[in-house]
């Protein structure tokens, strides 16, 4: 597969805007979005830090 674009779809949504979604068994829900800046493998890293991290805000909120 090759990755041609016609540039539209980067103009409507930067590389870097990352959206994350979570929903907790007691039914709490919610996303949020982050626009990080750097190359897609530093995108990538960047938000699997912040998923990490909102995950463990998330969970650490519904133990208490």
Known sequence: H???STGQAKRAKPVGLVF???A???GSSGSVEYNFEGTREQIRAQS???ALKHVITVLSRGAS
């Open 20 to 22: 994350f979604g979570y």
């Open 2 to 4: 090759h990755h041609r």
């Open 24 to 26: 907790l068994k007691e």
């Open 48 to 50: 699997a830090t912040m």
